[in-house]
């Protein structure tokens, strides 16, 4: 599934804010002819790119003067990716960033992990099995479980790359709550990740890793 052109445009307009800096919260955006022509577009997937960003509170259209950064916008916030990973990039998209970043985090952890960091670890895969056999809802624990192996690498721009990987784990809950193999491979893979974590063997926790994204993949149909 690919991306709108308006979307991948409100994400082009998006960079121009957060990364290249080129405009700052109170700052007027270039006029509909001029930004156009910049970017390659029609005006009409212009417009549809603003009502996106005008609808998650980025931008406003001020009658009469033209379009606005919204003057009190929290810029850090919006660089944490948050902004830019909402629910229109695909599940695909994010298990596939999975797969790159947590096998090596997986790796990291096993290796520089305290041993409370350990226990933490090893304490939240205890819990998320007991949610899904009360089938509870796992997302918060399942969250936490991730995100205690991410704080363990010690890396702390790792750490900033959460919260696209909890895009990833939610879809993956929401969409695996009538799958029962994708949640007893859930356990099974959790069982594998931790076990390799407690025998500090870095190489099997990244497989292991790698093994349960691989697995919630297909069972979810997003290969």
């Known amino acids: 599934m690919q991306k709108r052109l308006s979307d991948s445009v409100a994400d082009d307009l998006m960079s121009m804010i957060t990364i290249e800096k ?61 902004f830019l990973t909402d629910a ?67 890396n702390e721009f790792m750490e900033k790359l959460m919260p696209v990987i909890y895009q990833a784990i939610d879809k993956g809950v929401i969409l695996s709550k009538k799958k029962e193999l994708a949640i007893k491979d859930t356990i099974n893979d959790h069982n594998m990740i931790m076990e390799f974590m407690l025998n500090r063997n870095p190489e099997g926790a990244r497989s292991a890793m790698r093994i349960h994204i691989l697995h919630a993949m297909r069972e979810l149909g997003i290969e």
């Open 22 to 82: 080129r405009f700052v919260p109170g700052d007027k955006l270039p006029n509909e002819n001029e930004l156009s022509e910049e970017l390659n577009i029609s005006r009409t997937t212009l417009r549809e790119a603003i009502r996106i960003l005008v609808t998650n509170g980025i931008l406003e259209i001020r009658r009469g003067k033209g379009t606005y950064i919204i003057d009190d916008l929290d810029i850090k916030s919006l660089e944490s990716l948050s």
């Open 88 to 154: 229109k990039i695909n599940a695909k998209d994010l298990y596939e960033m999975r797969l790159i970043f947590e096998p090596e985090a997986a790796y990291y952890a096993t290796t520089r992990a305290s041993d409370a960091e350990l226990k933490r670890i090893l304490d939240y895969g205890k819990q998320i099995e007991e949610k899904i056999k009360r089938y509870e809802d796992r997302t918060d624990v399942e969250q936490k479980f991730h995100k205690s192996i991410v704080k363990a690498t010690h």
